[in-house]
């Protein structure tokens, strides 16, 4: 038995045929810092901007891992960036939205879940 409380959710996803992705933000303070970390969580391409548009564009783009029928993100240790830089967390809640709303809309299948607690 894992002590992390997301595998058995984790293992259902991926038992379904989706991907899965961990968005670990410990310690990111400001804008910079979590661009830096969704490029390499997420494998972004070398176009990848790190701005909010370039953001957008990545997850919304569907040709991104075609070999699983869609994406759950994870996004663990959130909170100090949240109270760190509560506007651009704004936005990034914002980004995260729209992004799924636009995966819904076109059933590419990105789901994003903000873990609560601590991160292991």
């Given at each position: 038995?894992?002590?992390?409380?997301?595998?058995p959710?984790?293992?259902a996803?991926?038992?379904a045929?989706?991907?899965?992705?961990?968005?670990?933000?410990?310690?990111?303070?400001?804008?910079?810092?979590?661009?830096?970390?969704?490029?390499?969580a997420l494998?972004?391409?070398?176009?990848f901007?790190r701005?909010?548009?370039?953001?957008?564009?990545?997850?919304?783009d569907?040709?991104?891992?075609p070999?699983a029928p869609?994406?759950?993100?994870v996004?663990?240790g959130w909170q100090?960036?949240?109270?760190?830089?509560?506007?651009?967390?704004?936005?990034?809640?914002e980004?995260?939205?729209?992004?799924?709303?636009?995966?819904?809309e076109r059933?590419?299948g990105?789901?994003?879940?903000?873990?609560?607690g601590?991160?292991?």
């Open positions: 038995m894992t002590s992390e409380p997301l595998a959710v984790l293992e996803v991926r038992a045929g989706l991907s899965t992705v961990s968005l670990d933000l410990t310690g990111v303070r400001d804008k910079a810092a979590f661009m830096d970390r969704c490029a390499r494998e972004l391409p070398d176009w901007g701005n909010w548009d370039a953001l957008a564009d990545c997850l919304t569907a040709g991104r891992k070999s869609g994406r759950l993100l996004v663990t100090e960036y949240a109270e760190a830089a509560p506007q651009d967390w704004i936005v990034a809640q980004v995260f939205t729209d992004a799924v709303a636009y995966a819904r059933g590419t990105l789901e994003i879940v903000l873990a609560l601590t991160h292991p």
